[in-house]
């Protein structure tokens, strides 16, 4: 069989490798490609012998019903008449192959019906022989039953690491969350303690480049039973009909970026496997187990396990909203407070700097200015008010729209930001269609630091000297001191700024009305 070309993986970095279609699997089951709705086999893995006692050759051309028995083809066909059939992995069964046990999973992409059967394993990962699909059940039970006296983020994430680690034996396990800008920073850690601690540790976006992201939305759960795995070429290479490479974006099996098995490689960690956090349809995070052998889990605990990723992420899902909703509440309290305030006055500024705590609660803010009519009201902890009016009359030349907001002055501010001094960000909503007229609010510095799990910087060269990513060699603990940046604001804060700003928009809007027909 044909050798499966490496990527070619350009200066841009690695999200350009078409993982989806490698053209081959990994070596612990078989794939084949069946005709739809013929059920013969037109593409098969090379390996084919090697768990069936057949030649790939032999088999291209015969019904599927040579290598599974008939309760499952009946199962199959029963499968595909369902409306969306197979549109998602389905799990057939257990069929004996020789004298092999085989797990059978089917599903269509690409217009392709796609069968894996995966040889099961004796120990099953569990460090035990059979009894495991006893145990499964017991597991994910005791991980619910354990979610109500959760009630953060960690407890919960730590939680799920160590329900993840007993029910597949691996040495370590993780929560891996992706922050804004898709570099990743590890919540929970249980592990072996012959492992090394990744707790706390950030990895660069570039580590898991973003066409793997992608498809880790689609396809929840992936094992990389072995990083020195020879990947297993299918025959023919391309489909027969369509001549083009078959879609193994939701095969279990499907052969991984031979960079990846290099960065596991690098890292000390011979067997992986990562399910994906999914929060509101975004990829929130993975758990990701490593192991430093290889290692195989049979696919009902790698069921188990989803399943387990799934309950996790509506968990994670119930807690941001409620908290987001309760922080919403209580700036809606605030809010009205200010609001009422501002009624009661006749200048609407006279309003807002009466209640300076409320202005400064409304955003979680050092310090806060009202900038109107050649007059500018500092509140708390607020910059100069020259270096106030320089920011507004550079906020009034951008195109903004209503609100501005930045965490980071020294960087979006470059000309004005050593005069904000300590403020480092900065939220503002203009509120007035006509004039310059500004709430603003300020934040000073926070130092951060960050651990990467190496210098993220070090990535890169390839051996002809030309530049392109590679994984990093080193993973030990690489100190950023990051300056100059606030903390983010916050989607309820920003929310409730905008609320603030149709109010007194509005507000001033009916004072006009009413004066105009005063004056009639
Ligand atoms: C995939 N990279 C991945 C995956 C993880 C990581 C978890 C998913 C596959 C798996 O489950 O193993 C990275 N693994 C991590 C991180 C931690 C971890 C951050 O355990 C933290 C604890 N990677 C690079 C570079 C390139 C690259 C430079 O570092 C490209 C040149 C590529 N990573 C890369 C690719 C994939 C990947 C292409 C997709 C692999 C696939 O699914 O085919």
């Keep these: 069989p044909a050798a499966v070309a490496p990527p070619t993986i350009g200066p841009n970095g690695c999200e350009h490798e078409p993982i989806h279609i490698p053209g081959a699997i990994q070596p612990h089951g078989l794939l084949l490609v069946l005709s739809d709705p013929g059920m013969q086999i037109i593409q098969i893995s090379a390996n084919a012998m ?15 019903s040579v290598l599974i028995d008939d309760a499952l083809q009946a199962g199959l066909h029963h499968q595909l008449g369902e409306p969306a059939a197979l549109e998602q992995p389905h799990y057939l ?64 994430c730590m939680l799920a690491a160590d329900e993840v680690r007993l029910m597949t034996g691996f040495g370590r396990v993780l929560i891996y969350r992706f922050e804004d800008d898709d570099h990743g920073c590890v919540l929970a850690e249980s592990r072996q303690p012959d492992y090394d601690s990744y707790l706390g540790l950030h990895f ?66 011979l067997a992986s496997m990562s399910i994906s956090i999914i929060v509101g349809g975004r990829l929130w995070g993975l758990i990701a187990c490593h192991h430093a052998q290889p290692r195989h889990v049979a696919l009902p605990i790698r069921m188990a396990c989803e399943h387990l990723g799934q309950i996790l992420s509506l968990q994670i899902e119930a807690k941001q909203d409620n908290e987001e909703a ?43 200015a009202v900038v109107s009519s050649g007059r500018c009201v500092r509140i708390g902890d607020a910059p100069t008010e020259s270096a106030i009016v320089d920011l507004v009359d550079w906020l009034s030349r951008q ?49 951060r630091t960050v651990d990467w799990a190496g210098d993220p910087t070090k990535t890169g060269h390839s051996q002809d000297g030309e530049a392109a990513l590679t994984p990093r060699s080193s993973f030990a603990r690489w100190r950023q001191t990051l300056h100059g940046y606030a903390r983010r604001w916050r989607a309820s804060e920003i929310d409730a700024a905008d609320q603030l700003r149709h109010a007194i928009l509005a507000v001033a809007l009916r004072r006009a009305e009413e004066m105009a027909a005063l004056n009639e």
């Design 50 to 64: 090697q768990w069936s006692g057949l030649a790939a050759e032999a088999l291209l051309g015969q019904p599927v």
């Design 326 to 368: 309760q922080h919403g509440r209580d700036l809606s309290r605030v809010l009205v407070r200010l609001l009422a305030s501002m009624a009661e006055r006749d200048s609407l500024v006279d309003g807002l700097t009466a209640m300076p705590n409320e202005l400064l609660q409304l955003a979680g803010a050092d310090g806060a």
């Design 399 to 447: 195109d903004v729209g209503g609100r501005y907001s930045s965490e980071h002055l020294e960087a979006d501010y470059p000309g004005g930001s050593a005069s904000l001094s300590p403020a480092a960000g900065v939220l503002a909503i203009s509120i007035s269609q006509l004039h310059r007229h500004y709430v603003l609010w300020f934040r000073h510095e926070i130092v």
């Design 93 to 156: 069964g257990a069929t004996a192959i020789g004298s092999q046990r085989c797990d059978v999973v089917a599903h269509r992409r690409g217009g392709q019906l796609i069968l894996e059967l995966e040889p099961q394993p004796v120990d099953a990962g569990m460090g035990v022989d059979l009894g495991w699909t006893n145990t499964i059940y017991p597991q994910v039970r005791s991980f619910v039953a354990q979610l109500p006296s959760c009630h953060a983020l960690e407890p919960l």
């Design 204 to 269: 660069p976006e570039s580590d898991i480049p973003r066409q793997a992201r992608e498809l880790y939305r689609l396809n929840p759960i992936r094992l990389i039973a072995d990083a020195h795995y020879q990947p297993v070429p299918l025959i023919p290479a391309h489909h027969p009909q369509t001549g083009a490479a078959t879609d193994l974006s939701l095969a279990a099996l499907r052969s991984v970026s031979p960079l990846h098995l290099q960065y596991m490689r690098n890292m000390g960690t």
